[in-house]
């Protein structure tokens, strides 16, 4: 699997997706630059974390009509398969690629924590090594993780099956209106969702940062192992 | 000339920042205040000398990057 991560002024979690995919393929991943205008050839494209652009005017806005991006629609529209984590995800709903939008954190702070993830469905390159149900710990770091659509957009999303992991209880649970377990307030606790292929998944939380029990865990790995089966070592 | 792009929450999406200001500004006993919502407002400096063209490239600039569609609405205005 040839990986190439998407790096923009602002981004800070290119490294820590770096060493997830490298534990997992072997190999480094390219880091590409936003004002590129050409892409290697590559089996996923990782938008990561961080603030590119510094956030200003909404989170990935700027960066959605980057360069690159436009080569990263192309990719999109040719079945190609791409991550996008945190500020990632931002960028995704901001270019259009994924619906919906990530609003301010509904208690306005700035949330670094630990959560609960269940996925809603297994039969996908990104959650393949769970079971449906699943539910695994990730980190999530962010000040916009609040997704949001309206209410036809989340009715498809729902009816077919393309949200991918909700926030929830270790026990599986999911209470939107529990702050606890939905912290940044998302509709439907929705914390990632795919496109209609099913090759696109933006999420908020980092799988990336428990890779490896140094980090506490390897909760996140799945993720990343998954890929590998999906599209090749 | 200088077009003011002005930019709000779409009506019934929440606003948690001006939830917080309404808030704030109950506890300094404006009590008369109900629901407040915060936006944005942008300047643009246009090259550009008829209102209405200047107008209609604010309103393009908005819709390709100053306001997200999918959760805010925009109003175009050319204040000079």
């Known amino acids: ?233 | 000339m200088k077009v003011r792009v002005t930019v709000m929450l779409k009506d019934g999406v929440l606003d948690p920042q001006g939830k917080a200001i309404a808030h704030a500004l109950h506890v300094l006993d404006f009590g008369s205040v109900g629901e407040v919502r915060a936006g944005r407002v942008i300047e643009l400096e246009i090259a550009e000398t008829d209102a209405d063209k200047a107008r209609a490239q604010g309103d393009a600039m908005a819709r390709a990057l100053l306001a997200n569609l999918v959760i805010e609405d925009f109003t175009v205005e050319v204040v000079a």
């Open chain 1, 1 to 233: 699997m040839k990986a190439g991560i998407v790096v923009f002024p602002g981004t800070n979690r290119e490294r820590d997706m770096a060493i997830a995919l490298k534990r997992v393929t072997g190999q480094a991943p390219a880091m590409l630059w936003h004002r590129d205008t050409t892409l290697p050839k590559l089996d996923l494209i990782v938008l990561p974390g961080g603030f590119s652009h510094g956030d200003y005017l909404r989170c990935g806005a700027m960066a959605a009509h980057a360069p690159l991006m436009a080569e990263v629609r192309a990719f999109a529209a040719a079945g190609g398969h791409i991550l996008g984590v945190c500020n990632g995800f931002q960028i995704l709903t901001e270019a259009q690629i994924l619906p919906g939008a990530l609003l301010r954190n509904a208690n306005l702070r700035f949330l670094s924590q630990d959560c609960h993830l269940r996925v809603e469905r297994a039969d996908t390159a990104f959650t393949r090594l769970w079971a449906k149900g699943d539910v695994f710990r990730t980190p999530m770091a962010h000040g916009d993780g609040n997704y949001v659509a309206d209410p036809a957009t989340i009715e498809r999303l729902e009816g077919e099956g393309r949200v991918a992991f909700r926030y929830a209880r270790p026990d599986g649970t999911v209470a939107a209106d529990d702050q606890a377990h939905n912290p940044n307030g998302s509709l439907n606790a929705i914390a990632g969702v795919f496109s209609e292929n099913l090759r696109i998944c933006g999420m908020m939380p980092h799988p990336e940062d428990l890779v490896d029990p140094l980090m506490g865990g390897e909760d996140g790995k799945p993720l990343f192992a998954g890929l590998v089966e999906a599209l090749g070592r």
